[in-house]
Each structure stands twice: as C-alpha cells, then as structure tokens.
C-alpha cells in the first residue's frame, strides 16, 4: 500500500493569511493526487485533482503542486469559509489510501 | 445531478454483519465505478473497494475477508456487507461514484452512522 503522510496535522490561522499542507507518498504517484476539504458532519469535497487541476467551481485561491513524492495545498488569503480539514488522497493504484488530514483552525 | 443516498441500520452487535445501500438518483449506475469509503470517529478516510456496473469488484485487502459489493442495476443501487464487525468497524460509511478518471470521486453521500454494539 502507497502511505500517505500529511502535515501538520493542524495549524491555526486568520483570516487573510496564506498557509501551506504539504502531502507526502511512500513511493512515486506521478500526479495522481487529489485534495479534499471536509467540514464536520459532511462529505468530503474535491479541491484539486491531479496535483494541480482547481475543481470547476473552486476558488482560485486554492491551488495544488507537486509530483512523484512531495506535493503542497496552499489556500491564499484565507475566508472564514477555509476552515475546515483537509485530506489528500492517491489515485495511482489500489487500495486508495488518504493522508491522516490537516485541520486548519481560526487563531 | 446525480445523488447517492446511504441507507441501513444504523446498530450493529458485534460478529453481525453490516449491510448498507446506496441508492442513486439522477443518473445511471450502468456506468462508472461505485465506492464505499469509511471515516471512524474523529479519524481520518477508509477506502473499502468499488463495484462496477459489470459486477467486477476491488476490495482494500484490509477488510477483503470480510467485505463484499455488490451492484443492483434494476434498482439502481449497489450494496455493502462487512461481516464479523467489531466495535473498529464503528465509522461513517459513505459511498461515492468513480467519475471520469477512476479513483477520482465526483459524487458522494451524506453518509450513514454505523454504530457496533451490543
């Protein structure tokens, strides 16, 4: 199985900054990699897909790099909207593994 | 737009056997790939396996002594049973649809509370 370890587990922020989740695979994905954000008591919503691909309807200030191993979420000027965690998960092979999520709380 | 919606008992005991539905409304399951996908408590997400239309499934070797998917195309709808659960099988069981790229989810349930216990 590919691991997928994310940090930090959790951060906190204000509204306005820029934070950075960083996503690492056990072994190569290309850009197999896609980055969810989940709210309590919902299902998980897709941000970015291969690595760096913005969902349609996402806003701009979400945007994804990386390949192979290492890849980073970063959100841009945060909205009170932002706080929430996020996972990130390959899809490279099976079984589809996620990382252990970051949430991301208000300072 | 296409919908899932979980349904199932939501009390296991343990050794029983979990058995949740998906149905789905606004589109085909003739197509496309269906998950399962399993959050415990306060923890991170759990991929269980997929279905296809065609009855061709993948499990998480994890659980692939336990778990079974299966696909009802006249009802539209695709099912899970775990067996033998314990209190670590105590999760939100969520199914999702495989869009375009398969791996990659486009459409996801609500998802339902499983809670195992005596």
């Known amino acids: 199985d590919i691991q997928m370890t994310q940090s930090p587990s959790s951060l906190s922020a204000s509204v306005g900054d820029t934070i950075t989740i960083t996503c690492r695979a056990s072994q190569g994905i290309n850009s197999w990699l896609t980055w969810y954000q989940q709210k309590p008591e919902k299902a998980p919503k897709s941000l970015i897909y291969a690595a760096s691909n913005l969902q349609s309807g996402v806003p701009s200030r979400f945007s994804g790099s990386g390949s192979g191993t290492d890849f980073t979420l970063t959100i841009s000027s945060l909205q009170p909207e932002d706080f929430a965690t996020y996972y990130c998960?390959?899809?490279?092979?099976?079984?589809?593994?996620f990382g252990g999520g970051t949430k991301v709380e208000i300072k | 737009q296409v919908q899932l919606q979980e349904s199932g008992p939501g009390l296991v005991k343990p050794s029983e056997t979990l058995s949740l539905t998906c149905t789905v409304s606004g589109g085909s399951i003739s197509a496309n790939y269906w998950t399962w996908i399993r959050q415990p408590p306060g923890k991170g997400l759990e991929w269980i396996g997929y279905v296809h239309y065609s009855g061709t499934t993948n499990y998480n070797p994890s659980l692939k002594s336990r778990v079974s998917i299966s696909v009802d195309t006249s009802r539209n709808q695709f099912s899970l049973k775990l067996r033998s659960v314990t209190a670590a099988d105590t999760a939100v069981y969520y199914c999702?649809?495989?869009?375009?790229?398969?791996?990659?989810?486009?459409?996801w349930g609500q998802g339902t509370v499983v809670t195992v216990c005596s």
């Open positions: 998960q390959q899809y490279n092979s099976y079984p589809l593994t």
């Open positions: 999702a649809r495989d869009g375009d790229t398969v791996g990659l989810f486009d459409y």
